[in-house]
């Protein structure tokens, strides 16, 4: 399939099978869930209801700090248990960041290496979106550690935007989201410290089959990442850049 090519033209098979990976936080997971074929009436559906449509066939937990060791063997797994191959997957959708250096990376060279000799279209999805689609609010925040926070917030024309702050960054936002979501204690502390009477919407960690939800709108009208292209979405730099710099200017 083309990357403009939609679900809808390509018109064959009564479902379409997706794999969800996600290796952004402190536990990932892979998915497998089958989307409706695209009707006059599915495509009629909001994008919460699209998503909500996507039927979850299993999904499979990895410890953090594992992905390398786990994530191909995990994806082999739920395939076996679902008697499916590689060549049957009709797209795949992937969590591109922010988190982890390590963790984004892993799951991004493994979705490419799978996407590839079938030239299975991809689509990328930042795991802040899929936290606020969870939660039904525009905002939210995870724990980027150093006391600070992976930020998401809504623009006044509706758009969103992302970013890394910490308390001095958030003191200085205006206006103030009224809700955000949240699915850690440590961001919810920070938010609440700076921002005072703020909503905090908390959820489960979003996971690779919440991500095949929020996908399913970008995947039935063919909005596909270019591999050659595709690059984790990380807010900040590594340890090895910052201390690397570090050394090099003393």
């Given at each position: ?192 410290s700076v921002w005072k009477g703020i909503e905090l919407i908390r959820t489960e960690a979003p996971t690779a089959g919440d991500a095949i939800r929020v996908c399913v709108p970008a995947i039935l009208a063919g909005e596909f990442a270019d591999l050659a292209l595709l690059d984790g979405h990380y807010l900040r730099r590594s340890d090895a850049e910052i201390f690397g710099d570090a050394v090099q200017n003393k």
């Amino acid at each position: 399939m083309t990357e403009s090519q939609s679900v809808a033209e390509r018109g064959d098979g009564a479902e379409l099978l997706v794999l969800g990976v996600d290796t952004c936080g402190p536990t990932g997971s892979v998915a497998l869930a089958r989307i409706g074929r695209p009707t006059t009436e599915i495509l009629s559906k909001t994008a919460w209801d699209l998503g909500q449509s996507a039927k979850i066939l299993g999904q499979i937990t990895l410890a953090g700090r594992t992905y390398s060791a786990t994530l191909v063997a995990a994806i082999g797994e739920l395939l076996t248990q679902n008697e499916a191959r590689l060549a049957d997957l009709g797209a795949i959708a992937v969590v591109h960041g922010p988190g982890s250096f390590t963790g984004v990376r892993v799951g991004l060279s493994a979705v490419k290496g799978l996407a590839e000799p079938g030239n299975t279209p991809v689509v990328a999805v930042s795991r802040l979106a899929v936290l606020a689609a969870k939660a039904g609010v525009p905002s939210a925040a995870l724990d980027a550690h150093r006391h600070e926070v992976f930020l998401r917030l809504e623009e006044r024309d509706g758009s969103a935007r992302q970013l890394l702050a910490g308390a001095e960054d958030l003191a200085q936002i205006n206006p103030v989201p009224t809700k955000a979501a949240i699915c850690d204690d440590v961001a919810a502390a920070l938010l609440e410290s700076v921002w005072k009477g703020i909503e905090l919407i908390r959820t489960e960690a979003p996971t690779a089959g919440d991500a095949i939800r929020v996908c399913v709108p970008a995947i039935l009208a063919g909005e596909f990442a270019d591999l050659a292209l595709l690059d984790g979405h990380y807010l900040r730099r590594s340890d090895a850049e910052i201390f690397g710099d570090a050394v090099q200017n003393k």
